[in-house]
């Protein structure tokens, strides 16, 4: 029996969901979502794919957890990271 399989040929690439990387798709899909909730499914689709294409330009050509770098930077949030200082802390003597 001659079966094939279809081996992957890099294991560290990121989860893709059709043709966009998995957080640019989640955050189209999570607007999407919000829409629905809030009575505007169109409208807050639109302002998804905008909001997603924005932020998969700016994540091109950079390393592939540059979402967490900016929500670090940008929001605070440390993911439990205790040896790292606040991001609002950003003058450092020394």
Do not use: E, N, T
């Not at 094939?4 to 998995?22: Q, T």
């Not at 997603?52 to 994540?59: C, N, R, T």
């Not at 592939?64 to 929001?75: D, E, I, N």
């Amino acid at each position: 029996m001659d079966d094939k399989y279809y081996i992957p040929a890099r294991l560290d690439d990121v989860g893709r969901f059709l043709w966009w990387d998995f957080d640019v798709a989640m955050l189209a899909m999570g607007s999407f979502v919000i829409g629905m909730v809030i009575g505007f499914p169109l409208s807050a689709s639109v302002l998804g794919l905008v909001l997603a294409s924005i932020y998969q330009k700016s994540k091109s050509g950079r390393h592939k957890a540059v979402g967490f770098h900016m929500v670090y930077w940008y929001l605070g949030v440390s993911f439990g990271m205790k040896r790292v200082p606040p991001s609002h802390l950003r003058d450092f003597i020394g």
